[in-house]
Nanobody
Framework: QVQLVESGGGLVQAGGSLTLSCVAS????????FGWYRQAPGKQRELVAG???????NYADSVKGRFTISRYNAENTVYLQMNSLKPEDTARYYC????????WGQGTQVTVSS
């Protein structure tokens, strides 16, 4: 069973930056599309960025131009570079495969203060 371990969250002021990392165990990482998701208190989990096996990316409108998703297949890692953070970006962030999910990891908390 694939395990997902997210890290890199923290407390940051509005306008600041953070880079999240997600390491996935397993040998088929490089052929799978992955995404970063977030869930704020009282809200549904939403997809904020996705990347396919070829490196093509897509973003939610709310983060377009501020967030960048990337992957490093040699280390089974997906990154999310987050710039110009806003208080509304505050949420717990998770990575997972797109379309069909592995078991969710613990996520990493991002808190943006105004």
């Amino acid at each position: 069973q694939v395990q997902l371990v997210e890290s890199g969250g923290g407390l940051v002021q509005a306008g600041g930056s953070l880079t999240l990392s997600c390491v996935a165990s397993g040998s088929t990482f490089d052929i799978n599309p992955f995404g970063w998701y977030r869930q704020a208190p009282g809200k549904q989990r939403e997809l904020v960025a996705g990347i396919n096996s070829g490196g093509s990316t897509n973003y939610a409108d709310s983060v377009k131009g501020r967030f960048t998703i990337s992957r490093y297949n040699a280390e089974n890692t997906v990154y999310l570079q987050m710039n110009s953070l806003k208080p509304e970006d505050t949420a717990r962030y998770y990575c997972n495969r797109l379309y069909t999910f592995y078991n969710w990891g613990q996520g990493t908390q991002v808190t943006v203060s105004s």
